[in-house]
C-alpha cells in the first residue's frame, strides 16, 4: 500500500469564478478521486519541474546531469584524441625509419635510385588491393593464438 504524501503547509489562493467553475468541471470530469486541490498541486508541480533555475525542481535536476554528462563526454573525447595520437605519430616515425632505411638498401643493392615515398605508396596500394587477403591471414593467426590466452 503507497503511504500518501503529508500535506502540512497551507495557502490560500485567490482564482476567479471563471477558474473555479472550470477547475470544478476538470475535476468532476476526472473522477472521484479528484478535487480541485488535486488540480491545483498538479499545476503548481509542473510549473515548478518546468523551472530549470529551481534547485530541487525535475527539470533542473534534468539540466544539469545533462551538463554533466556533456562534460564527461567533451572530456573523454580529449582525452582519447591525447591518448591515440602520441601512438600513431610513433608508428609514423617507425614506418618512415623504415622506409628511408630499406630505399637505402635497395638503392645500394638494384645501383636504381629508390625513394622512401616510393616505397610507402606501394605499400599503401598493395595494401589496398590485398586488404582481403591480409585481414584473413590476421584472423587465422588470431584463431590460432586464442587457445594460448585461455590456457
Known sequence: MAREKVLTVQHTVYLSPEMWDYLTQL???RGRD??????IREAVRGFIDGQS?????RRHFQKSLQERVDQFEERL??????SSAAPQFYLH????LL???????????????ITAQQL?????????REEAVFSAQVQSVREMSAPEKQA
Open 99 to 113: 622506409a628511408f632505411s630499406m630505399a637505402h638498401v635497395m638503392t645500394a643493392i638494384t645501383r636504381k635510385e
Open 27 to 29: 475535476a468532476a470530469k
Open 120 to 128: 610507402i605508396q606501394r605499400a599503401v596500394i598493395e595494401a589496398r
Open 34 to 39: 479528484c478535487n480541485e486541490n488535486t488540480l
Open 77 to 82: 573525447t580529449r582525452s582519447t584524441e591525447r
Open 93 to 96: 616515425v617507425l614506418i618512415h
Open 53 to 57: 533555475e529551481v534547485i530541487g525542481s
